[in-house]
């Protein structure tokens, strides 16, 4: 896993709510990024970074905001929690030209 | 809108059999990933395919590219039911910031 870990690995929440994911490596790698998975849809990239607070939208940014302060850990924040956001989240880091290191999930329920 | 496609969408066999799984995309692209998922955890890498490969082998894994097509395909040889996962494609082009996904095959290894 690369020293990839994310918290909280589960979390059930109320929409309207903040919700916000961690992602904290160990690997000093310069790319981060975060994805949801849903049925039918596989892997969609919503936010990635390409260095201390550089930070870009994916394809499925809205609703979604990112921070990353330092180097090992790049936040992933839900302002306003809703239904459709129910989903896996992954973290994964690594250069886009070669292999990325997958974090193990959060699992978000949203009521 | 994601690049890669993999087909079939799932796909079941029996122990000890090949299994094959192809992946589609759009645009030229600089290299082809194939990852593996098992049930609720984080994808594994399992082979990288440049651009001006056409064949790579890996163990009981060998991944094809025609670029030509716009194509990959993957073969596990000798199924065994650890293989039992989601495999996915993910494409790189040059200078791009990410890599983008397919939907993944399901593969069920029956016994």
């Known amino acids: 896993d690369a020293g990839i870990t994310q918290s909280p690995r589960h979390k059930v929440t109320e929409t309207g709510t903040p919700v916000t994911l961690r992602c904290h490596q160990t690997e000093n790698h310069r790319y981060m990024y975060w994805y949801r998975q849903d049925p039918g849809h596989g892997l969609r990239l919503i936010h990635y970074s390409y260095g201390v607070k550089d930070t870009d939208k994916g394809e499925v940014s809205d609703g979604y905001s990112v921070s990353r302060s330092k180097t090992e850990d790049f936040l992933l924040t839900l302002e306003s929690a809703t239904s459709s956001q129910t989903s896996v989240y992954f973290c994964a880091t690594g250069p886009p030209s070669y292999e990325q290191y997958f974090g193990p999930g959060t699992r978000l329920t949203v009521t | ?111």
């Not at chain 2, 995309?25 to 056409?54: D, M, P």
């Not at chain 2, 000798?78 to 983008?100: E, L, P």
Request: proline residues 2%; aromatic residues 6%.
């Open chain 2, 1 to 111: 809108s994601q690049q890669g496609e993999e087909d079939p969408q799932a796909l079941s066999i029996q122990e000890g059999e090949n299994a094959t799984m192809n992946c589609s995309y759009k645009t030229s692209i600089n290299n082809l990933q194939w990852y593996r998922q098992n049930s609720g955890r984080g994808l594994v890498h399992l082979i990288l395919i440049r651009s001006n490969e056409r064949e790579k082998h890996s163990g009981r894994l060998r991944v094809t590219l025609d670029t030509s097509k716009k194509s990959s395909s993957l073969l596990i040889t000798a199924s065994r039911a650890a293989d039992t996962a989601s495999y996915f494609c993910a494409t790189w082009k040059n200078r791009d910031d990410k890599i983008i996904f397919g939907k993944g095959t399901r593969l069920h290894i029956l016994p």
